[in-house]
């Protein structure tokens, strides 16, 4: 069926959610290595990740954890031991990361 030019298109409300819950520069890099690699502490991401400052990876766990993907566990010892974990909805979005990584592998060669 051919829409009219012109005509208006309802935004997706389920799509403009996600895009705001995992639309930040290294979230979905970040979900990929705590739920494919094991990695679990915040240097250990820092180190796989490269780029990212220590604040900016600082802000986008602390965001996966407030949408429910990660869960953080502080330890209270000092030095600071803190582990991220997949949460039951994290886990749910494990198919997704198979697919864009796989996508990206036969699509662009990668």
């Not at 240097?43 to 900016?56: P, V």
């Amino acid at each position: 069926m051919a829409r009219r030019k012109g005509a208006e298109v309802e935004r997706c409300k389920s799509v403009s959610t996600i895009q705001r819950m995992i639309g930040g520069k290294w979230k979905i890099e970040i979900l990929f290595y705590v739920a494919l690699k094991d990695v679990r502490h915040f240097g250990q991401l820092r180190r796989c990740i490269g780029t990212i400052s220590e604040s900016t990876l600082s802000k986008q766990l602390k965001e996966l954890v407030d949408d429910g993907f990660l869960e953080r566990t502080d330890f209270g010892e000092v030095p600071p031991r803190v582990e991220y974990a997949l949460t039951k909805r994290g886990a749910s979005f494990v198919p997704i990361l198979l697919a864009m990584k796989q996508w990206g592998e036969e699509e662009l060669g990668l």
